[in-house]
């Protein structure tokens, strides 16, 4: 299983690096012959070769599609992946954007896809809800280097740098769509870097909120890999949510931390806590795999793949979906799917979940959901290639090849054995087991007869995506519903991957809900430590160990160099709980300055509160730079952690909501804390001090020059207002009018800070450009409707008078 960690680790890597060069090869240098003549120079731009042998061998053995298709498959696959991307329902701009994509690119872009042999530039997904997902027919490479498509690439990029859009490959906004989630559900992300699917599972939490309120449900998003990590931290903070917690640990092993009596009485916790262990009602297992449906993005792949990459990850993706389902709680439901399209990582995992699961589990026929989106039904019987070899049976794999090739990726999972063999096998005393120790069902066979497996499990609920069928990558989709508690058997400890120590809680855990992991605690090592341990016999993965940070982003080698010699008076490398290199997360509990925080805004404690929902990532407050808000979800498990010892390894959590000012002018104010532009949002409507009402031009003009002095207002009494804020943070609102009846979706607003003589705009650069153009096109808009009623209504006249 180490193995596997690690080569999908590695895969991983290698897949993001050959994307940075898709489809061409770097440009060769000049050579001179012999005789030093100039040889010409080769082309710059040779096409990646889209071809593999063993890949058409193996998917054409499987019968992923059917022989007559398998000239259109081919064909698509060698093609380059078309963009995808998707807006964000809560983005304030949504409708607006929308309709730029319907009105202007739908039809400005249709000359370029004319002479690219297309029929259409982009248009709407027609599965996903509300024209909220759009495909593209130019590829990303096309986007980026086409001249005639510069205005929409540069439209791309800077709605999904503010959060407004994600680019996302079609068939990964998928699976979320399949889980059912509700705004009051706690949902788990067991593989989430790098986030666009994190990102669709909070928009729909908070799909269902009224602005300025939270949703009660929450998310966390884990990854084993740190630097992913971040990338996942980055994606989901344009999301702007307090209803957050990003985690690094491996999904195997992912920490139920549960609190039970004597636990709680130790530290004179109350029993009647608001949780006592971690579960979750939705849970995506969206696993490691080898890739392949990924081709057309990654087409480096081609010259990678072979049928033992998929085979080395099968046992790693079975313990991950089968850990999901023993966090899950009974009556929800998990998404297992890949992007792989070999049945040894799909429906073979499947069938080897429901086989552990009994009853307990079944795979959920979701047919008649999405009909507009074109899938195949799971595949019933399958083969496994190992060695160039082809396998129906288990039986005929060789003695020597079991350590690789195991019984759970047979159609049956059973070891179907001639009755020759078994009759020899009792005598002998044989015991029958598979690698994780449980018992193995042998099954007799006709000696000599070769066996064809057909699974006799639902396998056809589950969804394959084909390329070729909407024009996409390869996915595979499983919905699993827990409908009681899982069975009660254990894994047999293994000291490499399992501590032998445990905490007083973990003695009570049932076999049923640990499933195949018996250990709950994690030892203080990081992931990364834990990995090249349990890989001590392997080549070690140094592509995350050199580049780890904390969670403020600097590097913890330099760190501990630098406490090592105590030179430059850096602090110390962080610490969460027992977690080296992640900063502790601290509850804000000083009075004086959350007062003065709520006093400088006019915040009532009973209508947001504070006491209780700031956290801040240094035991020092006098030093605290940032301070987050936690949702009413988040802050019930961040309780919870505490109380288990802090079994959670976070990198991330809640919404940063306020921000230490350095300048000097504001280091004597009653407030030294700025409201951060992700956090306006949320507390905007609770808001009653510190408020400026500015019309559309002084608006503008903050947005363009970033700083305007008192007297240079277009309204001069505006100038005066600004002049009567306190010196410190301020909320700038646009308002026709004196003040709006009532704060909503559409009241758009930005931080400032009110200086000694000017007001200048504390948000970047890309939110202001994106707020000007939104606010363009609104000016348009109207400019021309009354033009337009101005001209309804003289018409009648006009004409007259022309006669």
Known sequence: ????????????????????????????????????????????????????????????????VKAEEWDLFMEILRKPLPAAFR????????????????????????????????????????????????HSNFSRKQIRKNQTLERFHEFLKLENEVGNMTRQEAVSMVPPLFLDVHPDHFVLDMCAAPGSKTFQLLEIIHGASEPGTLPNGMVVANDVDFQRSNLLIHQTKRMCTANLIVTNHEGQQFPGCRLNKSRASEKGLSEDMPINQLSFDRVLCDVPCSGDGTLRKAPDIWRKWNSGMGNGLHSLQVILAMRGLSLLKVGGKMIYSTCSMNPIEDEAVVAEILRRCGDSVELVDVSD??????????????????????????????????????????????????????????????VNG??????????????????????????????????????????????LHKVSPLPEFQEKPNPRKHPSTKTADSTEKSPAEEAVVTVDVEPAESAVEKVTEANSNNEKDESLEPEKKNTEGESITEEKEANSSNVGGKRK????????????????????????IKEFYGIKDESFPLYGHLVARNTDTSSVKRIYYVSKSVKEVLQLNFAVGQQLKIASVGLKMFERQSAKEGSSKPCSFRISSEGLPV????????????????????????????????????????????????????????????????????????????????????????????????TTKTEVGSVNGSNGDQGGPQAMETA
């Open 573 to 596: 490398v962080p610490m969460q709980g027992k977690w080296k290199g992640f900063d502790p997360i601290v509850f804000l509990k000083d009075e004086t300055l959350i007062n003065s």
């Open 683 to 778: 507390i905007l409507p609770y808001i009653t001090k510190q408020i400026l009402y500015t019309p559309m031009a002084d608006f503008k003009h903050l947005l363009e020059y970033k700083s305007i002095k008192f007297p240079d207002f277009v309204n001069p009494q505006l100038g005066q207002k600004a002049i009567d804020l306190v010196l410190g943070c301020c909320v700038v609102i646009l308002s026709d009018g004196e003040e709006p009846a009532k704060v909503d979706a559409s009241t758009i607003a930005i931080s400032c800070w009110r200086g000694k003589n000017s007001l200048g705009v504390m948000v970047t650069a890309a939110d202001c450009q994106e707020l000007l153009e939104r606010l363009a096109e609104r």
């Open 434 to 479: 598979c690698e994780d120790g449980s018992k193995e069902t042998v099954v007799d066979a006709i000696p000599d007869e070769p066996v064809v497996e057909v699974s006799d499990l639902p396998l056809e609920r589950c969804m394959r995506i084909v390329p070729h069928d909407q024009n996409t990558g390869g996915f595979f989709i499983a919905v």
């Open 1 to 64: 299983m180490g193995r596997g960690r690690q080569r999908g680790r590695s895969q991983r890597k290698h897949f993001k690096e050959s994307r940075e060069n898709v489809w061409k090869r770097p440009k060769s240098d000049d050579t001179v012959d012999a005789s030093g003549n100039a040889v010409p120079e080769k082309p710059t731009w040779e096409p990646i070769l889209t071809d593999n042998p063993n890949f058409e061998e193996y998917y054409k053995e499987q019968g992923v």
């Open 369 to 430: 959901k999405l009909p507009e989106l074109i899938r195949r039904p799971g595949l019933k019987t399958w083969k496994v290639r190992d060695k160039g070899g082809w396998f129906t049976s288990y039986k005929d794999v060789p003695q020597n090849r079991r350590g690789g090739v195991l019984v759970s990726m047979f159609p049956s999972g059973q070891n179907i054995k001639d009755s020759t063999e078994t009759t020899q096998e009792n005598e002998n005393g044989g």
């Open 87 to 134: 807006v964000n329902s809560n983005s304030q701009f949504c409708d607006d954007i929308i309709s730029i994509l319907e009105n202007d690119f739908v039809k400005s872009l249709q000359a370029q896809a004319i002479e690219d042999g297309e029929l259409e530039a982009i248009k709407p997904l027609p599965w996903y809800p509300k024209n909220l997902a759009w």
